[in-house]
Nanobody, 125 residues
Framework: QVQLVESGGGLVQAGGSLRLSCAASGRTFSYAMGWFRQAPGKEREFVATITWNGGNTYYADSVKGRFTISRDAAKNTVYLQMNSLKPGDTATYYC???????????????????WGQGTQVTVSS
């Protein structure tokens, strides 16, 4: 069993930065870890994902060049550094873990096996 706890959300002005953290308990070293977000009335949307060894990262086009995903295996923690934030980035951000990742499944929310409770990010204009 894996538990994920997100932190680091908050209110920031457009152009600002935030760093989200996802602390995992349990064995995750072979899992893909992803960040998704969900705005009110919208479906959960892929943001970024990182493979188990941190060697591969993938991003949604909407955040490419602004967000960076990383993981610290020793701390069993995944981070999402968000720069140049826009009002359109406002959402609840969720961390997920996928136990049997494939290239095709990395951006699919329904292929993730564990989720955190989410952390709110609000970007004001």
């Amino acid at each position: 069993q894996v538990q994920l706890v997100e932190s680091g959300g908050g209110l920031v002005q457009a152009g600002g930065s935030l760093r989200l953290s996802c602390a995992a308990s349990g064995r995750t070293f072979s899992y893909a870890m992803g960040w998704f977000r969900q705005a009110p009335g919208k479906e959960r949307e892929f943001v970024a994902t990182i493979t188990w060894n941190g060697g591969n990262t993938y991003y949604a086009d909407s955040v490419k060049g602004r967000f960076t995903i990383s993981r610290d295996a020793a701390k069993n923690t995944v981070y999402l550094q968000m720069n140049s934030l826009k009002p359109g980035d406002t959402a609840t951000y969720y961390c997920g873990a996928q136990t049997r990742p494939t290239f095709q499944s990395l951006s699919a929310a329904d292929r993730y096996d564990y989720w955190g409770q989410g952390t709110q990010v609000t970007v004001s204009s």
